[in-house]
């Protein structure tokens, strides 16, 4: 079984998720081919992986690695996305010009302005790997999507792409920790249900022993001496809506009209203990210190102590949990980025969804969770709005969906007037411009 990284580059992540995998003992046969354009960071992540199974002493594991997306591709029956097109050259544009339209980013990745530009640069990309995997991997192979915007990329995908998609994110598990830490209860013994979508999903049920808990939550992170400071704006939430959001502080600032539209405000609201928590721009900061960082001690990853891989050591990444689900028969139970065909019921049908799911022998099954609450369905369709005119957008390069897309983002739409939209728009699509094929023409127009 060949299992194919497209953007391994990225050294830390790629590394976790392929000791996951041949923590397996029933995957340790595997093919796994590294694939990523800069040969600098492929050759890196090779013999960090290369070091680490030999340590292992995994003989029957083939690892390859190439610059080229097809050879990559070419037999895979898996195939996970890690790639982020343009680089942080490209994310610093996202994050700092609509900073000067007075438009405050903390991340500026899933939608906002930074997000919809950044799905305008991905799903060219995503398509592309569609297109490799309808012609050279399996047939039937499964496409696990990591890259951002997740539901963008998701849904190009499956929609447009006739690829099976997952996205995946741990936006769940962490939110799950927190969870279970203000009960003071083992993670394990914390049942919940989660559904919306991605980066924009809600705890809608929360068990111990059967028990409900959700109306011991609000006094809960209320008291607790690091939430009730580091998580401001999903406290305020859970208290006015009455759930609790899967996404940091500092990601769900920026996907709703109230928190960061007016400067003199925005501190209120987030903790600068960490970036996380709401920053500004403190995503491509750490980013950037990360890579100075990797780049200083490059080095040292080829004489680091290698991986082990044991079941303690093992992520709750869902990437390899779902491979074994589906290669061995064990019943995996996750929450899983599809397309929503009634899951949600008060959803749009062909939007992405953030559900439960389930993979084994059957392959991957998605039960029914009924309605959202409608005030957590409104906040959703708003943001499912953005990213139906985004991706539209970015398969037919049609700026006006663009603008509009913008227009109708919570943040952006709070902040700028529709004038300033479609001036934003334009100086991102020149700033961009050579990541963006589909919007030359319009670009070569504009003065």
Not at 86 to 97: C, H, K, N, P, S
Not at 226 to 255: A, C, P, Q, V, W
Not at 410 to 430: F, H, I, Q, R, S
């Amino acid at each position: 079984m060949k299992i194919a990284f497209i953007g391994a580059g990225s050294v830390g992540f790629t590394r976790k998720l392929a000791a996951d995998i041949l923590t397996v003992p029933e995957l340790r046969d595997t093919e796994i081919c590294l694939q990523d354009i800069s040969a600098a960071n492929l050759e890196m992540i090779y013999h960090v992986l290369d070091r680490d199974i030999k340590a292992n002493k995994l003989g029957k594991v083939k690892l390859t690695k190439t610059t080229e997306q097809k050879k990559a591709i070419e037999g895979a029956k898996y195939v996970v996305s890690v790639a982020r097109v343009g680089g942080l050259d490209a994310f610093a544009l996202d994050v700092e010009i609509p900073l000067k339209y007075g438009v405050n980013q903390c991340v500026g990745d899933t939608i906002c302005a930074g997000g919809i530009m950044y799905g305008q640069r991905t799903i060219p990309v995503i398509m592309g790997i569609c297109k490799d995997m309808k012609a050279l991997a399996e047939p039937g192979a499964v496409f696990l999507n990591y890259s951002n915007p997740n539901a963008m990329n998701t849904w190009a995908a499956n929609t447009y792409g006739g690829i099976q998609t997952l996205g995946l994110c741990h936006g769940v598990q962490h939110g799950h920790e927190q969870i279970a830490e203000v009960l003071g209860l083992p993670m394990n013994e914390v049942d919940i249900i989660c559904a919306g979508i991605n980066h924009q999903t809600w705890y809608i049920q929360i068990k111990h022993k059967g028990v409900d808990m959700r109306d011991k939550l609000l006094a809960g992170f209320k008291k607790h001496p690091r939430f009730k400071k580091e998580e401001k704006i999903r406290i305020d939430i859970l208290e006015r809506f009455g759930y609790y959001s899967t996404e940091s502080n500092g990601h769900l600032s920026e996907y709703l009209p109230w928190y960061r539209k007016r400067p003199q405000e925005i501190d209120q609201w987030i903790d600068y203990s960490s970036w996380i928590n709401g920053e500004p721009g403190g995503y491509l900061r750490v980013c950037r210190e990360g890579r100075a960082k990797f780049e200083k001690e490059a080095k040292e990853y080829q004489t680091m102590k290698p991986l082990k891989y044991t079941p303690r050591n093992r992520s709750s990444e869902h990437g390899s949990h779902i491979i074994e689900g589906l290669e061995t028969g064990r019943i995996y139970r996750g929450h899983f980025n599809v397309i929503n065909k009634g899951s949600i019921t008060n959803l749009p049908a062909d939007c992405v969804v953030e559900v439960p799911g389930y993979a084994d022998g059957n392959g991957i099954s998605i039960p029914i969770v009924g309605d959202l609450p409608a005030p957590l369905a409104a906040i959703c369709n708003a943001s499912i709005a953005v990213q139906r005119l985004s991706v539209e957008a970015a398969l037919e390069g049609d700026p006006g969906k663009l603008k509009q897309a913008m227009l109708l983002d919570p943040l952006t739409g709070a902040v700028c007037n529709p004038p300033e939209v479609w001036k934003l728009a334009d100086d991102m699509l020149k700033a961009e411009s050579k990541w963006l094929p589909q919007y030359q023409k319009y670009i070569k127009g504009l003065k």
